[in-house]
T-cell receptor, first 112, second 113 residues
Framework: GESVGLHLPTLSVQEGDNSIINCAYSNSASDYFIWYKQESGKGPQFIID?????DKRQGQRVTVLLNKTVKHLSLQIAATQPGDSAVYFCAETGGSNYKLTFGKGTLLTVNP | ETGVTQTPRHLVMGMTNKKSLKCEQHLGHNAMYWYKQSAKKPLELMFV???????ENNSVPSRFSPECPNSSHLFLHLHTLQPEDSALYLC????????????FGPGTRLTVL
């Protein structure tokens, strides 16, 4: 069935290192993907998105890569900072006009 | 702030109580959503409203009753809940249409005793 899942539930990195968070999806109709960040006690916050006609998109310190061939999405965070510690979710629309399907989430911990 | 507010932020209720969660969005969006977030589970979509009309009920038990009086306000009425309903309830809004991000509120942390 349709699913969006994360390869690793936890990731621990040193401050200043680069972080990579991965996500797999199974719905080939997915054409829009989002990464959200959720800090403790807060709702998910938009980080970056990408449409299926692209394979890479860059933001401020973040890059999202999309590999449609293997249905894989990744979020790269450059020079990870303690403020980046949070749970990161990928989400995809699966061709829907309004629904998002979320992955389980990866907990990123940044060690000073 | 994301422009989506939720009240209350925390709620403790007994199984026989009736309470309501409120969500308000100040972004001019026309779609609103209720999600349930339990520990170690993906976000679960509960209800979707497009232009005040309910377009999705994701097999949610009838003890949860949504209400959308206008495109800016969304309520979730709760009655005779079970302890397993304890979770973070998140509201979100978006501009309906393919490929539009959803903006989330801070959530209501619900504990059912």
């Amino acid at each position: 069935g349709e699913s969006v899942g994360l390869h690793l539930p936890t990731l621990s990195v040193q401050e200043g290192d680069n972080s990579i968070i991965n996500c797999a999806y199974s719905n080939s109709a997915s054409d829009y993907f989002i990464w959200y960040k959720q800090e403790s006690g807060k709702g998910p916050q938009f980080i970056i998105d990408i449409r299926s006609n692209m394979d890479k998109r860059q933001g401020q310190r973040v890059t999202v890569l999309l590999n449609k061939t293997v249905k894989h999405l990744s979020l790269q965070i450059a020079a990870t900072q303690p403020g980046d510690s949070a749970v990161y979710f990928c989400a995809e629309t699966g061709g829907s006009n309004y629904k998002l399907t979320f992955g389980k989430g990866t907990l990123l911990t940044v060690n000073p | 702030e994301t422009g989506v507010t939720q009240t209350p932020r925390h709620l403790v209720m007994g199984m026989t109580n009736k309470k309501s969660l409120k969500c308000e969005q100040h972004l001019g969006h026309n779609a609103m959503y209720w999600y349930k977030q339990s520990a170690k589970k993906p976000l679960e979509l509960m209800f979707v409203y497009n232009f005040k009309e309910q377009t999705e009920n994701n097999s949610v038990p009838s003890r949860f009753s949504p209400e959308c009086p206008n495109s800016s306000h969304l309520f979730l009425h709760l009655h005779t809940l079970q302890p397993e309903d304890s979770a973070l309830y998140l509201c979100a809004s978006s501009q309906a249409g393919q490929g539009n991000e959803q903006f989330f509120g801070p959530g209501t942390r619900l504990t059912v005793l």
